[in-house]
Structure formats: C-alpha cells, structure tokens
C-alpha cells in the first residue's frame, strides 16, 4: 500500500487511541479470572506481552519482526506440552487460547486486528463458565462483557470523541437492553446437549475418592468447599440421620480401602418395605464432581431422572461425570430392609482379609467373639472396647504403616478419625465372620436459617460401616457415635477439640457459628448462591420441562414457539418504550413556551433567533435593527429577565397573560416597520 493509498484509508484503518486503551483494558479484565487455571510461565507470557504493547502504545517500541513471533508461538506451544497439560483437555484448550489472545496482542496494528481481539474476547468470556458457574463470577463476567463491548464501540467513534467514560457508559446501556430478551431465550430456548465435549479441569474434584487410606478423610475438614445443598418437602430431619450415602469400600489391602471391582458394575440391589416406614423427599443440588456417584439418604430413589440407576450396593449413579451443578429429586426409605438374603459371592466379598495382615486385630476379634457368644453380642462389645478405652477422636492422625495398619492403631496410636474406626471395625466383623463393609459419604450438615436448605461442606465427609444379619439385612454401625458421639448429635464442630478448631480456616470456623457477624454474612451469601443454582445453573431440560408444563400446559413447539415470540415482543417492547421515553420532549417552562411562539413568527419577517442568544438578548438585537427606542423594549427586557432568571417573583396566570400582551405589541411594532 503507497502513500496515497494509506491517506485514503485514513482514520478507518487505525485504531482510535482511546479505543486502544480500552482494549488492553478489557483483555486484562477478560483474562483475570483464568488465573487459577493457568501456569505461572502463561501468565508471564501474557504479561510481557502486554508489556510490549504497552511500549508500541506510548511510541517507544516497534511491531516485533516475524521471526521474533514465530519464536513466541513455538515457545508457547512447547511451554503448554512441558508444563503437564500435554493430553487434550479443556486446561489445555484454554491455555492455547489464552495464549493465542496474549500474542495477537503484540502485533494488532488495524481495526480487524481490533475487531478479531473484540470477539475472541467474547469466546474467553463464555469460556470461563466451564470453569466456574457462581453468581459471582457471573456478575463479573458481565461487567467484561460491558468493557470489551465499550472497545467495540470506541472502534467505531472518531478518534476526537473517544472519551472511556462516555464510550463505556453505552456499551453498559446496550448490554442491558440485550438481557430482557436473553432471558426469554433462557426460559424457552430448548435446554440441548453439546455438540462435542473435552475432558474436564482435573482440579474440579469431589473430595469422596474412590480408594480411601485412614486419614484422607481427616484431611477433608480442611477445606469448607460446598459438596451439595438439600432442600426437603417439610421438616429436615435431626442431624444423627443425615447418612449421605455415596461409595461403599468392600476391600482392603495395603492399608487402603477402595471399591471392589464387581461392584463397579451397575446391577439391581434387593430390598423389602418395612410396614408404615418412614419417608424423606427432598431434591440435591451437587457441585461438579467430575465422578458418576450421587449422594442421598438410605435407600433411595430416584423420582426425575431415568439417567440415575440403583446399584447392587444401594448407592446412586448417574450416567455421565457430573460436570456441572446437578439436580435430582429423592425419596429415601431409611427404615428399609436391604438385601435380605446375601449370595454367597456378596458374603465372601465381605468377609474377605486380604494375606496374613494385622494378625494382632485377627487374635483380638476371634477371642472376643468367642467370649461375647453371639453377633449382636460381639458388635456391642467391639463398640463397648472403643467407648471406654483411651481412644481420641482426632482432626491429626498419626501416619500409619501400609502394612498391619489396623494392629498399629487400634493397639498403639489409638487417635484416629472416621475412617480409622469404620475401617477398623468392618476388619473385626471380617475377622470373625461376619460380612461387613465400609461407606463413605457425609454426615449432618448445616442449615440455612435464610432460605431454609441443608448445606453439606467437605468437612462433614465421613465414613461408616455396615454389617449384615440374616434378619435385618445391611444395618448401619457408625463406630465414631462410640468414641465421638457428639459428632453424629450435633455435628463436627462439638466432637472438636480446641486444637483442632485452629488447624481450620476462619470461613470454616465462621460456618461452624464461632463468628456471629460473619456468620451471618456467609449465610446470606449462601443463601443468594442457593437461589441462583436453583433457579439459573440448575435449570436444566427436566426443571425447564415442569415449569413449562405449568405455564403452558400440554408442551409442543408450537406453544413454545408462540410463547417467545410473545416473550421477545414483550421484551423488546418494554426497550422500545424506554428508549423513546428517554428521547421524549422535555417540558417547557410556560415563559420559554410564549417566547418561542413570538420568535417563531418573527422568523417570518427574517428576524432568525441565534442558538447562542438569551431571550433578552434576541429581543435587543431586534430592536436595534428595528430602530426602536428604549422605552419601546426595555419593558418586555425586565419583564423576561424578571420571570426567567428571579425564583423569588410569583407569577401566575395574569403575569403569562401581560407577557403575552408586550410581546404581541412589539411584533405589531416590529411587522409594521418592515
């Protein structure tokens, strides 16, 4: 392009420098929140490349050369391999974008450059939610959203009226004009799978695993991370049976319990009612797992969703990893009577001791079950055993060995936590014949006074055991109630100790109720959370199905079709009418009313008002090219300033009427000497 061509394109071609302002701007707002989620040398990259720009900005460096970004982009791509995102995932796939949007940074020099960054922008922007779906940082998001479109209005202003002020308070007016419309599509649209998906971030991960070493558990009450909110249909039940069922741990080897590897498979569990038995209905809203196990009180069924299977072990799956908040509807049956007859596989599952481990724990059983007689007997004693020896309920375990693990704590260490117990315990059943078998889940909750649903945090993780008797199926034994009960009566708060309580963070410490005031902040603040899971993360294809239901009855394309075209010509209606309620005329005051109907007609014998002149000062101009006297005008002169200009005068409707009058006399005046 020669010199002419580049006068011809001008000012369309560059970039308006404030516009360029609110662009880097707007790339850093956009990038902010990603950066838990990137690698530290991908945050350097990005800033040094905002750097240079910045010194392109202020006319102290040049555009790098092609080699010099063809190096960065190498870099980049190299730095994304190395730093151990290497397989496919959406870690990786935001790290490259990241990087892509950091590089075209350096070498945007024109309003396409500019307008690709703008709409990338965007794409960043919507990408975020894979990540993160609060209220917060939804809020934040739109407040991007507001800067990023303020650039792509400032790129099409002139360079001399770019003002950011200005320029971002009608980016803000335009995306708030956008949201009524939105919201029709939201509530009407059809909630559709995606199209492809990418493996999820590996850091979005349920604190339940499923293998389990005593003391990871433990390690679980330092985080106050939301596991799921419950909201039941009446009162909630007492904190001692809130058992949230999620992974039973049928075998043990090396010291750690995990799943055993035919009950992954999913099959169908055995079950009888219990006469007029006890029912709880309520519905789970659960945080991203990235697992397929739900979370519900004994036994439970589900009553919304064909996706969620029973398995032969009485827990809950769904089909796909929970990869966002998730909701499903329960009813529970905590008096039921499961798997009342036990195949002989499932019984030499559980009652299975891997090699010749922990041989102490295996004489200790034997010669307890020996003396107590019977099993009920037996399972009272070991639990007798824990209550009233010194055993300590402890937030920090000692460590224990891979191997006789049970022998070191339940005879040496003796402080454990909820897995060394229920873990200990299910070993003493199997020592001495009897099928058992570990549950891992969580335990109470708290409530919201504000909204009234059950908050379950990591730190309410738990595990228990479960024993089988011919006459009463799986029953739950909770070996913690024994040497912890306050645990299981009031929560884990009371069964801390004061050393505990200060290995927590203050937020978990203020959700136990230490802090009254910030206590009460995080409820409302959970509560607000509550609400929108309810109602905007959790509005998924089955609640968008009951609300249209109840809406539009019977449910066809046709109604939903009608209804958002109603919708978005509502929404739009109520834009169109703001807009033109703005742009309406503005009163006048009854004097400036008179005195622009007597300019107007004077216009007709080419006495033209200037846009600069006062009344006062149109009249004089007019009377000097008139030839009229003082005495002629000065009146009319007073009598204006006097009514305009003075709140302490009372005017009515006889002075409007004398205004009138002067006015009428010196246009007779004035049309008489032309």
């Known amino acids: 392009m020669d010199s002419s061509d580049n006068a011809s394109v001008g000012v369309a071609y560059q970039i308006p420098r ?29 800033l040094f490349c905002g750097y240079w720009r910045t010194r392109v900005y202020q006319g102290r460096w040049d555009y790098p050369r092609r080699w010099v970004k063809a190096g960065l982009v190498i870099a980049s791509v190299v730095g994304v391999i190395v730093s151990g995102v290497g397989a496919f995932s959406l870690e990786t796939a935001s790290s490259l974008l990241i990087l892509a949007f950091a590089l075209k940074l350096v070498e945007m020099k024109s309003r396409r450059d500019a307008f690709l960054v703008i709409f990338l922008s965007y794409f960043i922007i919507a990408t975020q939610f894979l990540f993160d779906q609060s209220i917060l940082i939804a809020f934040y998001e739109l407040a991007a959203i507001i800067v990023v479109t303020a650039a792509l209005v400032g790129l099409n202003q002139l360079h001399s009226i770019v003002r950011p002020v200005v320029t971002l308070k009608i980016a803000a007016t335009l995306v708030f004009q956008a949201i009524p419309f939105t919201i029709v599509l939201f509530l009407f649209f059809p909630r559709i799978a995606p ?129 966002s908040v998730f909701r499903y509807k329960v009813r529970s049956y905590p008096d039921m009577l499961l798997d009342p007859l036990l195949r002989e596989g499932f019984r030499a599952r559980e009652t299975h001791l891997f090699g010749e481990d922990n041989p102490r724990v295996r004489e200790f059983a034997a010669s307890l079950y020996q003396a107590s007689g019977s099993e009920d007997a037996y399972i009272a004693a070991v639990l007798s055993h824990i209550r009233t020896q010194p055993y300590r309920y402890t937030l920090s375990p000692p460590t224990l060995a891979s191997v006789n693990s049970i022998d070191e704590f339940w005879f040496t260490t003796r402080a454990g936590f909820c897995t060394h117990y229920a873990g200990a315990f299910v070993y003493m059943m199997r020592a001495a014949g009897i099928p058992a078998r570990m549950v891992g889940g969580y335990q109470g909750g708290e409530i919201n006074p504000i909204s009234n649903h059950l908050m379950v945090r990591q730190y309410d993780a738990h595990a228990w055991a479960e024993v089988w008797s011919q006459d009463r199926g799986w029953q739950r034994v909770d070996p913690t109630a024994a040497v912890a009960p306050d ?9 801390l100790s004061v050393a505990d309580r200060a290995t927590l963070s203050v937020f978990s410490n203020a959700r136990m109720g230490a802090w009254g005031f910030l206590t009460g902040v995080l409820q409302w ?121 003075n709140p302490a005068i009372a005017w009515g409707s006889t002075e409007l009427r004398a205004l009138r009058n002067q006015l009428r006399r010196l246009q007779f005046r004035l049309a008489f000497g032309s």
Do not use: C
């Not at 293998?211 to 909110?229: K, N, W």
């Not at 449910?555 to 939903?560: K, V």
């Open 195 to 323: 199209l492809w998906t990418v493996p999820l971030p590996s850091g979005a991960t349920s604190g339940i695993s499923d293998r389990v070493t005593p003391g990871d558990i433990a390690r679980l009450t330092q985080s106050d991370e939301l596991a799921f909110r419950v909201v039941f249909d009446g009162e909630v039940p007492a904190l001692r049976d809130l058992y949230w069922r999620g992974i039973v741990y049928s075998q043990f080897e090396a010291g750690t319990w995990s799943i055993a590897p035919d009950l992954r498979r999913r099959g169908e569990a055995t079950f009888e009612p219990i006469g007029d038995a006890r029912t709880y209905d309520y519905e789970v809203l659960l945080e991203p797992t990235l697992r397929n196990w739900l979370f519900a009180i004994n036994a439970a069924f589900t009553t919304n969703d064909p996706t969620i299977r029973r398995t032969r072990n009485h827990t809950l799956e769904v089909a796909d990893p929970v990869m």
């Open 487 to 495: 645990r299981i009566e009031l929560g884990l708060s009371a069964a």
């Open 525 to 645: 603040s959970d509560s607000l959370e509550h609400r929108w899971n309810l109602w905007v993360v959790g509005y998924d294809s089955n609640f968008q199905a009951g609300l249209l239901k109840k809406w539009l009855g019977e449910i066809t394309p046709t109604r939903i079709g009608i209804a958002m075209f109603v919708g978005g010509g509502v929404s739009l209606s109520v834009v169109a009418g703001l807009l033109f309620w703005r742009r309406r005329p503005v009163k006048q005051h009854p004097v400036e009313r008179i005195f622009s109907t007597f300019a107007a007609k004077l216009s007709r014998y080419g006495y033209q008002r200037r846009p600069e002149e006062s009344p006062a000062a149109y009249v004089r101009r007019v009377a000097d090219e008139a030839g009229l006297s003082e005495a002629q005008v000065g009146g009319v002169i007073a009598e204006l300033d006097t009514l305009l200009y």
């Open 18 to 46: 404030n516009a360029l302002a609110l662009l880097m701007v707007a790339q850093v707002v956009v990038v902010a929140p990603y950066v838990l989620q990137l690698s530290p040398w991908i945050i350097t990259v990005g």
